[in-house]
């Protein structure tokens, strides 16, 4: 069953997700090796990178094809509870490790964007730290939402937010997230920008891994 609670400019929702979904996100993200060097602000500088990897929406394929089936079990499923749904620009993968330093920031400018961010983990404890913290325009902490399995926390992309690393009690390979940003709330197809075909190929591998690899849906 679909819960949902909100907490300031958040929503969160609980229930979206069966547990061999969440197994299968859990499993994918624990043996992803294609990660990159992620930043909140492009200014923060190095210190700040950690590891991810921003995929555009036609960047779904192949070894990433799974991302694409997490929106589309999330867009199906609220759509069916009554919630408006955008269309997505890109996914934002993150694995947060002990010791990061992951930093304040928003997703865009426009108040009717959204990003719906979600948790893959399919343990969390809460003494593991890794919650999501929100703050107003005077820099006070509004918020904060823990990343239990499974979960979706949906918020106006101009909110300002930080990913908090695990602590280091932690157990397991680190903290997953999957940010799916529209940046204007688009709802048509037609307003979904492209990327290069190179980029394509870079980041689905799909010649080394074909199409069906780390699937949910399968190819229907």
């Known amino acids: 069953m679909i819960t949902s609670w909100q907490t300031g400019p958040v ?12 197994h299968k996100m859990d499993e994918w993200f624990g043996a992803y090796t294609h990660w990159g060097l992620g930043f909140d602000k492009q ?3 190095a210190a700040s990178a950690t590891l991810g990897r921003s995929l555009k929406w036609d ?8 991302i694409d089936d997490c929106q589309v ?9 009554g919630v408006s749904m955008p269309l997505f620009h890109r996914a934002f993968i993150n694995n947060f ?18 990003t719906y961010m979600v948790y893959p983990n399919v343990n969390w404890d809460l003494n593991w730290g890794g ?30 937010h930080c990913g908090i690393a695990p602590t280091k009690v932690h157990r397991g390979f680190g903290r997953f997230s999957i940010a799916f940003q529209s940046p204007d709330f688009t709802t048509d197809p037609n307003d979904l920008r492209p990327c290069h075909p190179d980029d394509i190929e870079k980041t689905s ?13 399968g190819d229907s």
């Open 97 to 114: 490790k002990f010791g990061d330093s992951p930093m304040f920031h928003p997703d865009g400018n426009n108040p009717k964007g959204m």
């Open 73 to 81: 079990i999330m867009r199906r499923r609220l759509i069916g509870e």
């Open 11 to 22: 929503t969160v929702y609980d229930g979206v997700f069966q547990d061999n979904e969440i």
């Open 43 to 45: 200014e923060y500088g």
């Open 59 to 66: 960047q779904w394929v192949g070894l990433h094809k799974i």
């Open 131 to 160: 919650h999501t913290a929100f703050a107003d325009d005077n820099e006070n902490v509004i918020a904060a939402v823990n990343p239990k399995p499974g979960r979706i926390v949906a918020f106006p992309v101009n909110v300002n």
């Open 205 to 217: 591998f799909v010649k080394v891994f074909g199409d069906s690899y780390y699937r949910i849906l």
